[in-house]
C-alpha cells in the first residue's frame, strides 16, 4: 500500500498524484501543511518539505525526483506502452531536464510566489509568516511567467508531446504547476493558443479530474479553471 504525505496545492506534490494515478497505483493520502514542521513530516522528511511517499513499512521516498523514479522502476514495464519514461537514453535526459525545470526552475521563479502569496499566507498564522499577499512577490512571478511559458510553447509547437512524441514525466510536471496558477487565474492563455492547446489536451485526462475538483476554502477557482473547453 503507498502512502503519499503532500499538500493540496503544492506543484510537487500535485505531479506526484497524477503520475501515481496515471500508473493506476491506488494510494492513500495525508494533507500535511509543510510550513508547520511537524514532528510527523520530520519523522519522514527531515528537510520538512513534500511530497513524501511510503510503501508498506518501507523508507520514505522524498521529493518529486526520486518518486518518479521510484514509480517508474516498480511499475513503469508493468504499465507498457503507457509508462512515462521513455527509452531511448536521449528522450529520458529530456524529459528529466524539463521535469526539473518545471517543478524546481518554473516553481521557485513563478508558481512558488503565486501559492505561497496567494494560498498558503490566507491559512498559515501570522507567527510563521501569514498575512497580506506580498505584492513584490507577485509582481516579480507575473513578470517571469510570460517568459516560461513562451519557451514551454515553442517546445509544443515543435512536438507532440512537450519531451518528445510520446506522452510524458514531463507532461504532468508542467501541467501540475499550471494546474495551480490556473487556479488562480494567473495565466493568460489568450497569448499563447500552442501551450493552452496542450494543456486541454492533457487536463482533459482522467487523472486530472481529482485537482480539478479542489478548492481553497473562501477562494473560488478561476473560471477556466475546470472547464475542459476553455
Known amino acids: 500500500m503507498l502512502t503519499l504525505y503532500h499538500h493540496p496545492f503544492s506543484p510537487s506534490s500535485r505531479f506526484v498524484r497524477l503520475i501515481l494515478s496515471e500508473?493506476?497505483?491506488?494510494f492513500e493520502e495525508?494533507?500535511?501543511?509543510?510550513?508547520?514542521?511537524?514532528?510527523?513530516?520530520?519523522?519522514?522528511?527531515?528537510?520538512?518539505?513534500?511530497?513524501?511517499?511510503?510503501?508498506?513499512?518501507?523508507?520514505?521516498?522524498?521529493g518529486p525526483g526520486p518518486i518518479m523514479e521510484y514509480l517508474d522502476e516498480t511499475r513503469g514495464y508493468a504499465v507498457a506502452d503507457k509508462r512515462l519514461m521513455p527509452d531511448?537514453?536521449?528522450?529520458?535526459?529530456?524529459?528529466?531536464?524539463?521535469?526539473e525545470w518545471s517543478l524546481t526552475k518554473f516553481d521557485q521563479e513563478v508558481v512558488g510566489h503565486l501559492v505561497r502569496e496567494r494560498i498558503y499566507k490566507q491559512i498559515m498564522p501570522k507567527s510563521v509568516g501569514g498575512g497580506e499577499p506580498d505584492s513584490?512577490?507577485?509582481?516579480?512571478?507575473?513578470?517571469?511567467?510570460?517568459?516560461?511559458?513562451?519557451?514551454?510553447?515553442?517546445?509544443?509547437?515543435?512536438?507532440r508531446w512537450l519531451a518528445g512524441d510520446?506522452?510524458?514525466?514531463?507532461?504532468?510536471?508542467?501541467?501540475?504547476?499550471?494546474?495551480?496558477a490556473d487556479y488562480l487565474g494567473e495565466v493568460s492563455w489568450?497569448?499563447?493558443?500552442?501551450?493552452?492547446?496542450?494543456?486541454?489536451?492533457?487536463?482533459?485526462?482522467?487523472?486530472?479530474?481529482?485537482?480539478?475538483?479542489?478548492?481553497?476554502?473562501?477562494?473560488?477557482?478561476?473560471?477556466?479553471?475546470?472547464?475542459?473547453?476553455?
Open 190 to 230: 489568450s497569448d499563447e493558443e500552442d501551450i493552452r492547446s496542450w494543456y486541454a489536451r492533457v487536463k482533459s485526462r482522467p487523472s486530472m479530474r481529482p485537482l480539478l475538483g479542489e478548492k481553497v476554502l473562501g477562494m473560488p477557482p478561476a473560471q477556466t479553471y475546470a472547464d475542459l473547453d476553455f
Open 88 to 99: 531511448h537514453p536521449d528522450a529520458r535526459a529530456e524529459t528529466r531536464r524539463l521535469v
Open 23 to 26: 500508473y493506476g497505483a491506488a
Open 30 to 62: 495525508h494533507h500535511i501543511n509543510p510550513w508547520e514542521r511537524t514532528q510527523q513530516l520530520l519523522m519522514l522528511n527531515a528537510a520538512g518539505t513534500v511530497p513524501v511517499l511510503v510503501e508498506n513499512e518501507g523508507p520514505s521516498i522524498c
Open 136 to 159: 513584490a512577490a507577485l509582481r516579480v512571478a507575473r513578470a517571469n511567467i510570460h517568459h516560461h511559458l513562451k519557451y514551454f510553447a515553442y517546445l509544443v509547437a515543435a512536438r
Open 166 to 180: 510520446r506522452l510524458s514525466f514531463a507532461d504532468f510536471a508542467l501541467a501540475a504547476c499550471l494546474s495551480c
